[in-house]
Nanobody, 121 residues
């Protein structure tokens, strides 16, 4: 069983910063990719950022230059550093990871429970 637990959300003023964390635990051999998604009220969930185990990253156009995704493999934790936050960044942020439980197994996808980020104007 694999669990992902997000933390670090909260209320911040526009222009401020937050760092979200996603801690993975359980029967983990490796994490092949980690993503951050967000869902604002009344809107579809959208992919914000992705990082692969090779270190390759990609970002939604709306957050490029402001958000940075990273991982600490030793801690099995992913991060989303969010700077220059805007009210339109307000959403529930979810982490999502592709996890192998053995060397030969295919990766399975897991989701965290989400953390609320609210940016006031």
């Amino acid at each position: 069983q694999v669990q992902l637990v997000e933390s670090g959300g909260g209320l911040v003023q526009a222009g401020g910063s937050l760092r979200l964390s996603c801690a993975a635990s359980g029967s983990i051999f490796s994490i092949t990719a980690m993503r951050w998604h967000r869902q604002a009220p009344g809107k579809q969930r959208e992919l914000v950022a992705i990082i692969t185990n090779s270190g390759s990253t990609n970002y939604a156009d709306s957050v490029k230059g402001r958000f940075t995704i990273s991982t600490d493999n030793a801690k099995r934790t992913g991060y989303l550093q969010m700077n220059s936050l805007k009210p339109e960044d307000t959403a529930v942020y979810y982490c999502n990871a592709d996890v192998k439980i053995t060397r030969l197994s295919r990766p399975n996808e897991y989701w965290g429970q989400g953390t609320q980020v609210t940016v006031s104007s």
